[in-house]
């Protein structure tokens, strides 16, 4: 980290994107499954987003699913030039609301498919291959056959690059075999650090790191020495944890999710903050209290 201030955008791909995104997880209902409780207001959110220059969105077909790539849809499309739309394929709900691996070549297929029918394209963005593992936390195991899959597609003009989430670091020398990566999406937070290495790694060749629950997810940050820290500088402390996150290595891009135009503001507002060194070694020392 250095006493500069960060870096407003960076390179997906070919695609130059701001670091400060949206991730579309939190329009769906309660756990991320069936509608929204207020649908117009789910669109108004995405809305708000892109006004305020947000240019890069994550989302799955398996939210929902389908529900926030239609919401993303309805609120969007025709799609701004400069908007890059990231998904991800390996799962699906069940009826329970269960989250199922599905990494079968058939079922990366037709999730594809379903992303492309549901937000509209005739080409994604960017698809990341989501491994199951231990659910939020990866665990080893080949990927030859689910990556090679999707490989094909984007030979076939489906996909434009491809990334990964869930994934080891030797999970990612083996995808880099098959097809360029151009991001990787793992859990990574001011409490939660197992990437720290692999963001660095990332980040000398280029590739986009981008943290899944940058907030702590379904249960946000609560740490005694961050809300302290925050309270003297006079910020909110999830604010604090994304400017955090920014300062943390060039290649980070944040997608914190919110279905609140008031939240999405405050969210937004982190990527002005420039923390001085003394304070990133402050939060350095962090733990979860």
């Given at each position: 980290?250095?006493?500069?201030?960060?870096?407003?955008?960076?390179?997906?791909?070919?695609?130059?994107?701001?670091?400060?995104?949206?991730g579309a997880m939190q329009l769906a209902g309660p756990g991320v499954f069936g509608p929204p409780r207020d649908r117009a207001a789910a669109v108004a959110v995405l809305r708000?987003?892109?006004?305020?220059?947000?240019?890069?969105?994550?989302?799955?077909?398996?939210?929902?699913?389908?529900?926030?790539?239609?919401?993303?849809?309805?609120?969007?499309?025709?799609?701004a030039d400069d908007l890059v739309i990231v998904t991800k394929v390996g799962a699906v709900r069940g009826d329970?609301?269960?989250?199922?691996?599905?990494?079968?070549?058939?079922?990366?297929?037709?999730?594809?498919?379903?992303?492309?029918?549901?937000?509209?394209?005739?080409?994604?963005?960017?698809?990341?291959?989501?491994?199951?593992?231990?659910?939020?936390?990866?665990?080893?195991?080949?990927?030859?056959?689910?990556?090679?899959?999707?490989?094909?597609?984007?030979?076939?003009?489906?996909?434009?690059?491809?990334?990964?989430?869930?994934?080891?670091?030797?999970?990612?020398?083996?995808?880099?075999?098959?097809?360029?990566?151009?991001?990787?999406?793992?859990?990574?937070?001011?409490?939660?650090?197992?990437?720290?290495?692999?963001?660095?790694?990332?980040?000398?060749?280029?590739?986009?790191?981008?943290?899944?629950?940058?907030?702590?997810?379904?249960?946000?940050?609560?740490?005694?020495?961050?809300?302290?820290?925050?309270?003297?500088?006079?910020?909110?402390?999830?604010?604090?944890?994304?400017?955090?996150?920014?300062?943390?290595?060039?290649?980070?891009?944040?997608?914190?999710?919110?279905?609140?135009?008031?939240?999405?503001?405050?969210?937004?507002?982190?990527?002005?903050?420039?923390?001085?060194?003394?304070?990133?070694?402050?939060?350095?020392?962090?733990?979860?209290?």
């Amino acid at each position: 980290m250095t006493d500069l201030p960060p870096a407003k955008t960076f390179q997906l791909g070919d695609r130059t994107v701001n670091r400060m995104g949206y991730g579309a997880m939190q329009l769906a209902g309660p756990g991320v499954f069936g509608p929204p409780r207020d649908r117009a207001a789910a669109v108004a959110v995405l809305r708000a987003a892109v006004e305020a220059g947000v240019n890069h969105i994550d989302t799955s077909d398996f939210y929902g699913p389908h529900v926030t790539n239609q919401i993303i849809r309805e609120a969007l499309h025709p799609y701004a030039d400069d908007l890059v739309i990231v998904t991800k394929v390996g799962a699906v709900r069940g009826d329970d609301a269960s989250w199922l691996p599905a990494q079968s070549a058939a079922q990366l297929t037709q999730a594809v498919h379903d992303n492309l029918r549901n937000l509209g394209l005739e080409q994604l963005d960017v698809v990341n291959l989501r491994l199951m593992g231990d659910i939020h936390v990866p665990s080893d195991g080949p990927l030859e056959d689910q990556f090679s899959t999707l490989a094909r597609l984007r030979e076939q003009g489906l996909i434009r690059h491809l990334g990964l989430s869930n994934v080891t670091p030797v999970q990612v020398a083996e995808a880099q075999k098959i097809a360029p990566v151009v991001c990787v999406q793992n859990q990574y937070n001011l409490v939660h650090r197992d990437d720290d290495a692999l963001v660095d790694a990332l980040a000398a060749q280029g590739i986009a790191y981008v943290p899944f629950f940058p907030l702590g997810g379904f249960s946000p940050i609560q740490s005694d020495g961050l809300s302290r820290i925050a309270a003297r500088l006079g910020v909110g402390p999830l604010q604090l944890a994304l400017a955090w996150l920014l300062a943390r290595q060039r290649n980070m891009l944040l997608i914190p999710g919110t279905s609140s135009v008031t939240h999405l503001a405050e969210n937004l507002a982190a990527g002005d903050l420039h923390l001085p060194q003394d304070t990133l070694d402050e939060l350095d020392a962090v733990v979860a209290a």
